[in-house]
C-alpha cells in the first residue's frame, strides 16, 4: 500500500513558472520583480494575475497606482538573474542597469518589455483583492511579443528554443523532455 504522510496546508503545489514582472511610473525608473505565484485565469478574454505582498516590495506601489504591468517569461539560461531580481528591491538599486537586461518599449502599457525574455505579456489590471498575505492582481492581456528566433517554421512558440523551466519548492527545475501534447492520449 502507499503510504501517505499528512502535513500542514500550504502553497505545495509544484512547478509553477518564475516570471519576471515589470512596472512603472512616470517619476520613477522601470522596475523588475521576481513572481512565482502567477498564472491563467480565463481563455477568452485572455485573463492572467500575480499576487504580489503589499509589503517590501516596490513593484507594488507601481503596479498598484499605474494599473499595468509587463509579464516577462524567461528561459533556463536566465534563472540566476531571476533569483537576483527576487532578492534585492528597485527602492534601493536599479535592475535594469545592474542585470544588464534591457527595457523596449511595450505597444499597449507603459511597462517595458524585457529584451532578452523570449516572451512578453502586456497586461492591464482589471481587479485587485487581498487574500491575506499577497494582492492578487487580475488583468487582461492586451498584447503578446515573441523573440522572432523562439518561434518555429510555423511561427509557433519553440519550448525547445525558449527553454522554459519550472520553480519546485525553493529549487529552480529544468522542463528537459517533451513528454506528448494536447490529446495525444487519443492517438494511436
Ligand atoms: C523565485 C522567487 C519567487 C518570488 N515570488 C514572489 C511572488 O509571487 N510574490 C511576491 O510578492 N514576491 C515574490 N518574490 C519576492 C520578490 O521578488 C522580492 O521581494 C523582490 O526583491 C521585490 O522586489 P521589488 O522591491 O523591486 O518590487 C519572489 C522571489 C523569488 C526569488
Not at 503510504?3 to 502553497?11: C, D, G, L, N, V
Not at 536566465?78 to 538599486?93: I, P, R
Not at 518599449?105 to 499577497?134: D, T
Request: charged fraction near 20%; include cysteine.
Amino acid at each position: 500500500m502507499i503510504k501517505k504522510i499528512t502535513k500542514e496546508p500550504s502553497t505545495a503545489l509544484f512547478p509553477v513558472p518564475t516570471v519576471l514582472v515589470t512596472s512603472c511610473l512616470e517619476e520613477s525608473s522601470p522596475n523588475i520583480v521576481t513572481i512565482a505565484w502567477t498564472g491563467i485565469m480565463n481563455s477568452v478574454p485572455p485573463v492572467v494575475y500575480i499576487g504580489l505582498r503589499p509589503e517590501g516590495r516596490h513593484s507594488y506601489r507601481l503596479i498598484k497606482d499605474s494599473g499595468e504591468y509587463v509579464i516577462n517569461i524567461p528561459t533556463a539560461g536566465q534563472a540566476k538573474l531571476v533569483d537576483y531580481c527576487g532578492t534585492v528591491s528597485g527602492s534601493k538599486v536599479n535592475k535594469f542597469k545592474e542585470t544588464g537586461l534591457t527595457p523596449v518599449p511595450a505597444s499597449h502599457v507603459k511597462a517595458p518589455l524585457i529584451a532578452e525574455c523570449p516572451v512578453n505579456l502586456e497586461c492591464k489590471v482589471r481587479q485587485v483583492f487581498s487574500l491575506g498575505s499577497h494582492d492578487v492582481f487580475i488583468a487582461d492581456v492586451l498584447a503578446v511579443h515573441y523573440n522572432e528566433d523562439m518561434l518555429d517554421e510555423k511561427g509557433h512558440p519553440d519550448m525547445d528554443k525558449i527553454k522554459p523551466y519550472g520553480y519546485c519548492g525553493n529549487e529552480y527545475r529544468l522542463m528537459a523532455d517533451k513528454l506528448g501534447s494536447f490529446g495525444y492520449s487519443k492517438k494511436g
